[in-house]
């Protein structure tokens, strides 16, 4: 599978151009030099700070003067830079890159040309998926590199496309792993990257903070989880984000939310009107306690026997449950978790 990652060498050797959604306000960094070559080489560096929006801004200093608009939703930008005195202008052209940087060339009158870059101070950092989907910056399904609380890069799988696309894959249960796992900790550290092809077990053990909205697809047998069942939850706080994950450990299934009911509450789906389910469960066994037989945040809402894995029951049943009632998991199948 294509790597997407999000990184400036990648983009630039690419030349890719892709339209960018946040405001163009703020504080920047002009490069020029005179010598137009594509390659930014000794020349001036300039602070101004930008007001106005994509259709119009401007900026200001004590000798200079710049104006300047977008085009094709921010992707393309057209400013001139004028001197109060002696009147001189430069005229810029250029295009922005994945991480809010705008790049081109300039010219002027008498025949002057070089290159220059505008950056933000402080660059867009895409902390998960739909942050990328969010500023336009989607190249569809794949890896891109995120960053974590600590400002470390990791390697993720978006799904830009399903129900809205955004969704960061922040848990994986493959179809050759036997029973289920007591803690979230005994799950790897390594991510997944390919959902169709599920090899590891992981999950995403970092600051949930960043997401809002959960799914989890258990019974996945082909392709963008063909055959599978989802559940899903919309504007959770990071609290019940931290619930649905300690889902997937059946001690902290059962230390967390001892009864089912204390379990999140999920939908069969993101339609409007789609009804509530409390605590994810079966409605016959919703004022049950919670056991340590299965993991899952899900528990037979779409049939019977149907839920991320087993656990301490039949702990030799591999891979996600075949949901189909009496009949354990049999090493076909296998569980995602997704966050946006």
Not at 152 to 180: A, F, I, Q, R
Not at 276 to 295: D, E, R
């Amino acid at each position: 599978m294509k790597k997407l990652a999000l990184t400036i060498s990648t983009l630039i050797a690419a030349n890719l151009a892709v339209a960018q959604e946040q405001p163009i306000a703020g504080e920047y960094v002009l490069t020029s030099d005179s010598h137009l070559n594509g390659i930014i080489e000794s020349g001036s560096v300039k602070e101004i700070t930008i007001i106005g929006d994509k259709a119009h801004f401007y900026s200001e200093t004590v000798n200079q003067f710049i104006s300047g608009s977008t085009e094709q939703n921010g992707n393309v930008i057209d400013f001139k830079l004028s001197d109060k005195t002696p009147s001189n202008t430069q005229y810029f052209l250029g295009q922005v890159d994945v991480q809010g940087n705008y790049s081109g060339t300039w010219f002027a009158a008498n025949g002057e040309k070089g290159d220059w870059t505008l950056s933000p101070v402080q660059p867009n950092t895409a902390t998960s998926c739909n942050d990328i989907l969010s500023a336009g910056l989607s190249q569809g399904d794949g890896v891109y590199d995120l960053y974590d609380a600590s400002g470390e890069v990791v390697s993720m799988y978006c799904d830009m496309t399903t129900d809205g696309g955004g969704w960061t894959l922040v848990g994986s249960y493959p179809k050759n792993e036997p029973g289920g796992k007591s803690s979230i900790n005994q799950y790897g550290d390594i991510p997944e990257t390919d959902p169709n092809n599920v090899t590891k077990l992981w999950l995403f053990k970092g600051d949930l903070s960043v997401f809002s909205d959960v799914r989890e697809q258990v019974s996945c047998a082909s392709a963008n989880c063909g055959g599978g069942f989802n559940v899903y939850g919309v504007n959770f706080t990071t609290a019940e984000l931290e619930l649905v994950r300690y889902t997937w450990g059946y001690n902290e299934r059962v230390e967390f939310m001892p009864q089912r009911v204390d379990k999140p509450a999920c939908m069969k789906s993101l339609e409007p009107g789609a009804e509530v389910i409390p605590g994810c469960v079966s409605p016959q066994y919703l004022s049950m306690v919670n056991t340590h037989t299965l993991v899952g945040w899900q528990n037979d809402v779409h049939a019977g026997y149907c839920w991320v894995a087993r656990g301490t029951y039949k702990p030799g049943s591999v891979g996600s449950a075949q949901c189909v009632s009496g009949r354990e998991p049999n090493g076909t199948q296998w569980a995602l978790l997704w966050m946006r």
